[in-house]
């Protein structure tokens, strides 16, 4: 049995050597290390070979069935690019969802967090120049971009990291790029719990801070579902209108905006509200698939929350995805597939769809492809996630 020489290519009988000074009052001596010398048997060691070069990548991207379509809206992804936080080493990494436990902050301080934070927009500035490289002109921020900046107690300000924001701001400002963001699921206006609604309002002046540093305008807009029924959907939307009307800020309205769920609320339960209180709906063809409006067409449904839209001055968007292969019940095709294979019958051409799939700017490039929308960088596709 040999070891191997440290720093040689070269195998000696390290281990024999240990064995025989079993039994010796002599404590075992590790072999010594040398470098440039003559190795133990009296020869050189031998040089390393040279290895060579690692050659580049060869994508073979399978062809897709091509379709037609006369869309000529933006098409998005959510929160995070996979190639670019794939990227080795891991230092190299470029997302923005950087986050930590409560524990960590109690530990390290709020200055480390909120040198998180400003490494997430860093890092968005990177992201931008990406999309736009790739033609992708619409993206959700990731809500995670400051972590805990809406807590109770650990909540801070984002004033200490505007000129960043002002310059992620600027750069899709100067491209043309969407930004948007969508609040997570604890956001719950109608919540009858008095402390659930106030966390949901810091939440949204979050977001509406984030975006108003930004520079970012209407059309970035703060997406939130209509939460839960608490056993009375009645009661719950009378509370979601008692809050928006009373307790939001202009801020927050001036950028909320209602989507249907595959739960609890459709697109005809929400749309009264909507037209009442001036808050757009993002449409979302998978939750009106799997929870869908009685008496109304996915067109129609459209065309009244497009009349809001219109009447605040934003640009329409909509939420695209599609269940799983193989997937049968309610709660399994809840579940995104990793790709979307069609658009919508009901898409209007001028749309801002955001595809919400689980591989991201490879679910917009992937229907790039299908229909032909825009020229797609070869390199940019990952094989492995095609098939």
């Known amino acids: ?49 040279k290895r060579a070069p690692k050659a580049e990548p060869v994508y073979v991207i399978p062809e897709v069935e091509k379709k037609e379509t006369t869309f000529c809206g933006r098409l998005g ?79 801070y300000s984002l004033d200490y990291c505007a000129p960043v924001l002002a310059e992620v701001g600027a750069l899709a400002n100067k491209y043309g790029h969407r930004l948007t963001v969508h609040p997570g699921q604890f956001t719950q206006l109608g919540s009858p719990r008095v402390s659930v609604v106030k966390a949901s309002i810091r939440e949204l002046e979050y977001h509406a801070q984030m975006l108003n540093l930004m520079g970012i305008g209407p059309d970035g807009v703060m997406i939130i579902h209509g939460g839960g029924v608490y056993g009375d959907k009645g009661a719950a ?81 909509q939420h695209l995805s599609e269940p799983r292969k193989g997937a049968v019940t309610v709660m399994e095709r809840r579940a995104h597939a990793d790709r979307c294979q069609s658009l919508p019958e009901a898409l209007p051409d001028d749309m801002d769809l955001m595809i919400e799939a689980k591989d991201k700017e490879q679910a917009v490039l992937h229907l790039y492809r299908i229909y032909n929308l825009h020229p797609v960088i070869h390199g940019t596709c990952h094989v492995k996630l095609i098939f």
């Open 1 to 49: 049995m040999k070891a191997a020489f440290p720093g040689s290519d070269e195998d000696f009988p390290l281990l024999k050597t240990k064995r025989q000074s079993k039994g010796t009052k002599t404590k075992n001596r590790k072999a010594p290390l040398i470098d440039d010398a003559e190795s133990f048997d009296g020869r050189p060691p031998k040089k390393k070979r």
């Open 237 to 317: 939307l009378d509370r979601i209108r008692k809050t928006v009307k009373e307790d939001l800020s202009k801020d927050v309205r001036d950028r909320l905006v209602l989507e249907n769920d595959e739960l609890c609320y459709n697109a005809a339960d929400l749309l009264p509200i909507c037209e009442e209180l001036d808050i757009p709906l993002v449409f979302d063809y998978h939750h009106d698939v799997l929870n869908p409006s009685p008496d109304l067409t996915p067109s129609e449904i459209i065309a009244r929350t497009n009349v809001i839209f219109a009447r605040r001055g934003i640009k329409p968007k």
């Open 77 to 155: 992804y959510a929160c995070l690019n996979t190639i670019l936080r794939n990227k080795k080493p891991a230092d190299d990494a470029v997302f923005c969802s950087r986050t930590c436990r409560i524990d960590t902050i109690k530990k390290n301080g709020i200055e480390w967090v909120k040198d998180l934070g400003r490494r997430n927009v860093e890092d968005m500035l990177k992201i931008i120049e990406w999309n736009e490289e790739n033609n992708i002109r619409f993206m959700r921020l990731s809500s995670e971009m400051f972590p805990f900046a809406s807590h109770e107690i650990y909540g």
